[in-house]
């Protein structure tokens, strides 16, 4: 898999995913979404969209995003402004300054954590919309518990 952009049906929200076998260096700005699932090393910005970095992304790089889900490792600073999820299969290694903190138990983080009381603009967004699409999938057949 490569570099895909696009449109989501759903939504109408742009969409871009970097695929497993893909490296990429450099500054990365997006509006809406950005999976990645390979290898980045940079800059990585967007000022009200959600990062979700997938089981196999490896990213090191500085942060700054509206959103960020962790599955995969992270080395760098994050600033989000309004929510960080580093998920059990998430390695994170760096500084986070975001008003929200979910780190789910089994999940590695490696770093200082700065937290401010509200976020600046809170961007409410259904879980089902910011995980990698293979998570939705798993999720609507094993339930919340995994039963």
Same mark, same amino acid.
């Given at each position: 898999? %490569?570099?895909?952009?696009?449109?989501?049906?759903?939504?109408?929200?742009?969409?871009?995913? *970097?695929?497993?076998?893909?490296?990429?260096?450099?500054?990365?700005?997006?509006?809406?979404?950005?999976?990645?699932?390979? /290898?980045?090393?940079? /800059?990585?910005?967007?000022?009200?969209?959600?990062?979700?970095?997938?089981?196999? %992304?490896?990213?090191? =790089?500085?942060?700054?995003?509206? *959103?960020?889900?962790?599955?995969?490792?992270?080395?760098?600073?994050?600033? =989000?402004?309004?929510?960080?999820?580093?998920?059990?299969?998430?390695?994170?290694?760096?500084?986070?300054?975001? $008003?929200?903190?979910?780190?789910?138990?089994?999940? *590695?983080?490696?770093?200082?954590?700065?937290?401010?009381?509200?976020? $600046?603009?809170?961007?409410?967004? $259904?879980?089902?919309?910011?995980? $990698?699409?293979?998570?939705?999938?798993?999720? /609507?057949?094993?339930?919340?518990?995994?039963?």
């Amino acid at each position: 898999m %490569g570099i895909k952009l696009g449109k989501s049906n759903a939504s109408g929200a742009d969409v871009g995913l *970097i695929g497993q076998g893909v490296e990429v260096s450099g500054n990365i700005t997006f509006t809406d979404r950005l999976e990645i699932e390979g /290898k980045v090393t940079g /800059k990585i910005s967007s000022e009200g969209g959600a990062l979700i970095i997938g089981e196999f %992304g490896a990213v090191k =790089a500085e942060i700054d995003v509206g *959103i960020c889900v962790i599955h995969g490792n992270l080395e760098g600073d994050l600033t =989000a402004r309004a929510r960080v999820e580093i998920h059990r299969t998430g390695r994170v290694t760096g500084d986070l300054l975001t $008003p929200v903190l979910v780190v789910e138990e089994g999940a *590695i983080f490696n770093g200082a954590v700065r937290m401010s009381q509200v976020a $600046p603009e809170r961007i409410e967004r $259904p879980l089902d919309d910011i995980e $990698p699409e293979e998570n939705q999938e798993t999720r /609507k057949h094993r339930g919340i518990f995994g039963g």
